[in-house]
């Protein structure tokens, strides 16, 4: 970047506001690619404001590899992961041992709870797909509205998807604000749990009763799940812990000075690469080859896995073009001038661009670049940036609505109108991701 180069408040404002619109209306009105909106906006951004035409290089660069290193074997990993958890019936076994559990009347929690759990290694709509059919099975079985099953499902896979590492979301965030994700776990569990309590069972039990809602036709006579055939719950719950507990190990080791005899073991074994890796051997393992899988089979199902991840590092790799950008041109310094507390300009944020774009990844990803190009961002404490990265995941998560395709996935499944969509799964994810970032702001009081 070149050095002395000061550039206008006035004229960077208006630039940064002038980028943003350019990038919304690319997405919005003309349905330009995500990565490509971004990118132009990005360097509309650097252009109005005057930036030197090589720091404008510099940042493309800088943002593309800086964000990349960070991520990529992560996102890919953990898509391998998530897959083998799938089609190995690990999920659908976590449900029913849940289910079982809990009993029918409180079945609900136990379906917000196994959303929450499936949602860490299995995106968002593979895991509403694998175990709607339970909640709709015990709607049929209990003759309920559909809905007090299938909300506090919704909630649980909403907040794993958003809050907890290793999904790509609050990954994503956290190396854009390189913070240790063993903190960024810790802050994700607490702040999700309040979040699907209020978004599950809560809600779910209010929209059950205000909205009859049967069971679709089209499954209403599906055959039920055939347990014999499903993995075991310790198993898959003993895998789905191994990237989790050595992470907050790692974490854990670097505070407390008793353990440092063993934390170069576990500052290596807690490497979220090294932690993810270990996982899916696991999985490969213990859900794969010991359940009839052929290494050959495997290789199909882990490189299936990875079609979508392309499409989720280069929308975050432009992000962190935004967020140089934005750095180099010093907007940061103005933003931080506003004098709002970082978590809660972060949901501000967040959320601006999400009930404009719809994309919870474009959101995160917009929001993690501007934060993480405010001054001071690299001295505030681990828990704090944590509960940055918690706020952002809320942010990114409330007022689904017509512009973002869960709300058309969540439509169809569950065979409602828009009007109930609006009223449900809406509020929902409102209720989401506000009770995340209230929580996730209580906590950074204390950081």
């Not at 196994?114 to 909640?135: H, K, Q, S």
């Not at 935004?322 to 506003?338: D, E, H, K, W």
């Amino acid at each position: 970047m070149s050095e002395g180069v000061v550039l206008n408040p006035t004229r960077l404002v208006l630039a940064a506001l002038i980028g943003l619109v350019i990038l919304l209306v690319l997405i919005i009105k003309f349905n330009v690619q995500a990565m490509i909106a971004i990118l132009i906006g990005a360097i509309s951004i650097g252009l109005l404001a005057g930036m030197p035409t090589k720091d404008i290089i510099a940042a493309v660069n800088d943002g593309i590899g800086n964000t990349l290193k960070g991520i990529a074997l992560l996102v890919g990993l953990g898509s391998m992961f998530g897959a083998i958890l799938e089609v190995s019936g690990g999920a659908q076994t976590i449900a029913v041992t849940m289910v079982k559990k809990f009993g029918d009347e409180k079945a609900a929690w136990a379906l917000g709870i196994t959303g929450l759990v499936i949602a860490m290694p299995v995106f968002f709509d593979a895991g509403l797909i694998i175990l709607i059919p339970l909640a709709f099975s015990l709607a049929k079985k209990t003759k309920r509205s559909s809905l007090h099953y299938v909300i506090p499902l919704l909630a649980g896979l909403a907040v794993g998807h958003a809050f907890i590492p290793p999904t790509p979301g609050p990954v994503l965030v956290a190396t854009m604000l390189n913070v240790d994700l063993g903190w960024v776990i810790l802050v994700g569990i607490f702040c999700g749990i309040f979040a699907m309590i209020v978004a599950g069972p809560v809600w779910g039990s209010i929209c059950g009763k205000k909205f009859y809602v049967p069971v679709p036709e089209s499954v209403a006579n599906q055959e039920e799940i055939d347990e014999s055939k499903l993995p075991s719950f310790w198993l898959i719950v003993g895998i789905i812990l191994i990237p989790l507990v050595l992470i907050i190990l790692d974490s854990i080791c670097g505070v407390v000075p008793a353990l440092a005899g063993v934390a170069p073991v576990f500052e290596f074994l807690g490497e979220p690469f090294v932690a993810l890796l270990l996982a899916t051997l696991a999985a490969m393992f213990g859900l794969g080859l010991k359940h009839g899988y052929t290494m050959k089979e495997l290789e199909k199902v882990m490189t299936k896995s990875l079609e979508p991840t392309g499409l989720i590092l280069l929308v975050t790799a432009c992000g962190g073009v935004l967020r140089y950008v934005l750095q180099y041109s010093g907007l940061g310094n103005v933003i931080a001038s506003m004098n709002l507390p970082i978590v809660v300009l972060a949901f501000i944020i967040a959320v601006l661009v999400r009930i404009s774009v719809g994309s919870a990844t474009v959101a995160m990803t917009m929001a993690a670049g501007i934060v993480a190009a405010l001054p001071g961002i690299s001295e505030l404490s681990p828990l704090y940036l944590a509960c940055t990265v918690a706020a952002v995941a809320g942010g990114s998560t409330v007022c689904s609505h017509f512009n973002d395709s869960g709300f058309w996935l969540v439509r169809s499944l569950v065979g409602i109108d828009e009007k109930t969509t609006l009223k449900t799964w809406t509020i929902m994810e409102t209720l989401v991701g506000v009770t995340g970032f209230l929580v996730a702001l209580v906590i950074s009081f204390f950081a």
